[in-house]
């Protein structure tokens, strides 16, 4: 994949918080999560790929774009799977809360996990972590492990998971042993992406969220240096064999790095929609300009980019009231 790729994801993810980002606080997640999708979907026509899409926003007959199987891209360029989330944390920016991001990561053609719409439990680790823990451990046994590798106490962890009634047994069994705990209210792909960032404080991420959202952040964690350990989590006999459909042939192993995105070249690229813990949020200012910051990363090279744009809101056609 070209290199130029980097800066052209970016300036996707841009236009598409910047197209939400007038929705803060406004209590409407489906007209925030529209306006993002319209305006991604407007400027992947200028990126040099010919992706498909293969975690969007449904299937064909669900999402007017961005749709699974969807053909995006100036379609000059390398064949590549393509995963969205134009609004990461759509709650987030309906009640004005923090960690909403709109979200890509970009792959060759047939790494990417086709990750069925469900929860997915999760291990996420930073670098330091990376390789030396099981999703299959219980929980304390885990904390354990890593306090020991990182030369901490376990009081001294601080573990981040959704505050979500699911994670009540979980929670439990993390204030008995003495963790720190931050709670997310949205915003599963910051969430796991956190404990990559050492200005974020956060140790691990544990607990489940969606599947989709996962192989997303398995993408950047791959940037990172970091791990994303993962199980589906079927609800039913119908999301049973959804799994097998999606070619997940036991769909309660446990799901590597490679199993979610192969073992090739990732790109991500995410935009900061509200304030979060390692990226700010669309900031406006007089004139008709707003602020954007986003972070752009390839596997290959590790190399991590903070971009810092400011952008004329006339000269973006394809925002909602600024046309």
């Not at 996707?12 to 803060?24: D, F, G, N, Q, R």
């Not at 709109?102 to 047939?110: M, N, R, Y």
């Not at 599963?188 to 990559?196: K, L, T, W």
Request: proline share 5%; hydrophobic share 45%.
């Amino acid at each position: 994949m070209e290199r130029e790729l980097a800066l052209e994801l970016v300036r996707v993810t841009e236009l598409a918080a910047l197209a939400s980002a007038p929705w803060m606080g406004r209590g409407d997640k489906n007209s925030a999560d529209g306006a993002a999708t319209s305006a991604m979907r407007a400027m992947f026509d200028s990126v040099s790929i010919r992706g498909i899409v293969v975690i969007g926003e449904g299937e064909m007959d669900e999402a007017p774009m961005l749709y699974i199987g969807e053909e995006v891209g100036s379609l000059n360029g390398p064949e590549v799977d393509v995963a969205v989330d134009p609004l990461e944390g759509t709650e987030i920016v309906a009640k004005g809360l923090n960690n909403a991001m709109s979200v890509i990561a970009v792959a060759g053609k047939g790494q990417l996990l086709h990750a069925p719409d469900m929860y997915m439990e999760k291990l996420a680790c930073g670098p330091a972590l990376a390789g030396k823990l099981s999703i299959t451990d219980p929980i304390d046994v885990t904390l354990r492990k890593a306090a020991d590798a990182l030369n901490k106490k376990v009081s001294d962890l601080t573990v981040m998971i959704l505050d979500r009634t699911r994670h009540e047994t979980t929670i439990k069994v993390l204030r008995k042993v003495g963790v720190r705990i931050k709670f997310l209210s949205d915003g599963d792909v910051a969430g796991a992406m956190a404990p990559a960032f050492p200005e974020a404080g956060i140790d691990l991420y544990v607990g489940s969220g969606g599947a989709p959202e996962g192989v997303l952040a398995a993408a950047a964690l791959k940037c990172l240096g970091g791990e994303l350990q993962a199980r589906l989590m079927p609800a039913d006999g119908n999301e049973y064999k959804r799994c097998v459909q999606m070619g997940i042939e036991d769909p309660y192993r446990v799901l590597t790095m490679e199993d979610m995105i192969g073992d090739g070249d990732v790109y991500f690229a995410a935009t900061g929609v509200t304030p979060g813990e390692f990226l700010g949020g669309v900031q406006y200012f007089p004139d008709e300009r707003a602020e954007t910051h986003s972070i752009v990363m390839r596997a290959k090279t590790k190399t991590i980019r903070f971009v810092r744009s400011l952008h004329y809101l006339p000269n973006k056609p394809f925002l909602n009231g600024h046309s």
